[in-house]
């Protein structure tokens, strides 16, 4: 029971933080399910959990995708998913979790400084390429895409919609390469679904925030779970 609470309880908080910023599930939730069901599940899960609701966002705010740069991130990515995929079946728990903990570290840190890429087809290109090798290694994908999205200077709206596009067509591929690697076990699709009651839960909260909250003060309280996370990550693995 106590697993099932904690599990819900982490995929309400990555529901805000997705909600609030339009990533960041992800970075929340995997290293903090870590702790309570191993690295490799962790990914699995959240990839799950994801798809569920990245999928009904997108097809809700589908007019505010920016579809060009969308499926130029998407085209990029999908040939770097087969590369994730083989760390995920062959490194080990330990690894993941490191992995997992120091792409959360170093994406606070570059978010928090203001790191930026070029508005071009090639930098996106290069943040397609990196978001797929993250996604099915560590489940965090959005780092690099957040990065590339914030050159364009877009609307709020438009971000966020484009990302959760992205996202959606990620976490499909992703999840067949789980399922053909055998990676889905009965228990995780129970969990996925207390998360996505969870994640759904949050990002009704996060909603409301959304449209009132100060960005600078959310931003800084993102940072510092972010941080948060990725460090009790690497903590956990080398123990």
Known sequence: MSTLLLVAGFFVLAGIVQALSGFGSALVSVPLLALVLGARDAVVL?????????????????????????????AWSVPALGLGLGVARLASERSISLLVGAVVVLAALLLAIGVRLPDTPLAQGAAGVASGALLTSTGLNGPPLVIALAARRSEPRTTRATLQFVFAVQDVLALAGFVALGLVSPVLLGYAV??????????????????????????????LVLVASGVSAVVSALR
């Open 194 to 223: 207390l998360g996505v009651v969870g994640m759904w839960g949050g990002w009704m909260v996060g909603g409301f925030g959304f449209r009132r909250l100060s960005r600078g003060g959310f931003d800084r309280v993102v940072l």
């Open 46 to 74: 959240s990839v799950l959990v994801s798809l569920v609701l990245c999928a009904g966002v997108a097809m809700r705010e589908r007019r505010h995708v920016d579809r060009v740069v969308a499926w130029r991130l998407l």
